[in-house]
């Protein structure tokens, strides 16, 4: 089972609070942790079912396909990706790490307004490619990523027992939701009662808790002991970014807190997610007075993103005096 380590962060404090930081980005340096996790469950299935051609879907910066193409490529699946945008992106970030894995002929660009097609054309071209074959949605947000997934929660128990602590508060974000689904089905599998405050970044509230309820049937089915789904529901909060709302926005306040993380806690963390997530649990914490005890944020990783914002980081160096 993947194991990452915990320690206390300065960025956030607060009187009569503890906060952690779980490093699931120390799990790999191409793959961000989140995902390896998912991959672990995964890449199993793909070899086991001998797929031969994966059609993979998402952004063009997706840490998903530039993380999931590493272990297609290692296992002689090739992939073939339809990727959101009217016209080739720049070669930056994780689109530069995909085009290094993936050869162009193997990508198809969808117009954004017809994005809301792209599963039924990811479909339909599977269905041209020699079997077995597999379709993998948006962030790999399907049923074989699930035993993956869960091992954050399992992962989460292991960190209180060798440190012997309860969290009480646990903040994670969402994109597709499975990596959140997997903390938040693996802790209440293992009875951990602890309050999960889930910052969505790509989905909304009411397709999260759908999303939730269809992996939670599927496990109570695989489970012999019962797990109730006011056991799930209980102790969630949602949020929604309050700074540069839209997925994938990015702004000065968001590099200025990449950098702050940096200075004060040695963590490289990305614009699109984790430095995100700090910014919003910092200000969850502060002013919410019910927010006390051990908490918890989860660093799923994503750290390669960096690679698509170094003129917005140096820019952002520059306008704190930090650099001349
Ligand atoms: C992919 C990713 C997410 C989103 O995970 P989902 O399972 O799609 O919700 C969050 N944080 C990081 C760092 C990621 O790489």
Known sequence: MLHSRIHPIKFITKHGCCVYVKRDDELGFGISG???????????????????????????????????????????????????GDQ?????????????????????????????????????????????????????????????????????????????????HIFIEAGTGLAAIGLI???????????????????????????????YKHLVQSLDEDLSWEEIRKGLYFYMPTTAASFGATNQKVFKTIIDIARQDGILTDPIYTSKLFLEAQKIILTTPAITGNILL??????????GYQQELEKQLRKEKLIK
């Open 34 to 84: 989140s995902k390896l996790r998912k991959y672990q469950s995964l890449i199993p299935y793909i070899k086991q079912q001998s797929i031969k051609y994966a059609v993979l879907i998402g952004g063009a910066y997706s840490n998903n396909i530039a993380g999931l193409a590493q272990l297609l490529v290692e296992n002689n699946v090739v992939p073939y990706l339809f990727l959101r």
């Open 298 to 307: 989860i660093h799923g990783g994503g750290g390669l993103g960096l690679m």
């Open 185 to 215: 089905l693996g802790l209440r599998k293992l009875k951990r009662d602890s309050q999960i405050h889930i910052l969505l970044l790509a989905i909304n509230e009411a397709e999260f808790l759908e999303k939730l309820g269809g992996f």
């Open 88 to 168: 080739v992106p720049l070669y930056q970030g994780n689109f530069l790490l995909t085009s290094l894995l993936v050869p162009t002929e193997q990508i198809n660009w969808v117009r954004r307004e017809n994005w809301k097609y792209v599963d039924a054309q990811a479909e339909a071209f599977l269905y041209t490619l020699p079997q077995p074959s597999l379709l993998i949605p948006e962030g790999a947000c399907m049923l074989e990523a699930l035993p993956g997934s869960l091992s954050l929660g399992e992962d989460i128990v292991r960190n209180e027992c060798e440190h012997e602590l309860l969290f009480d």
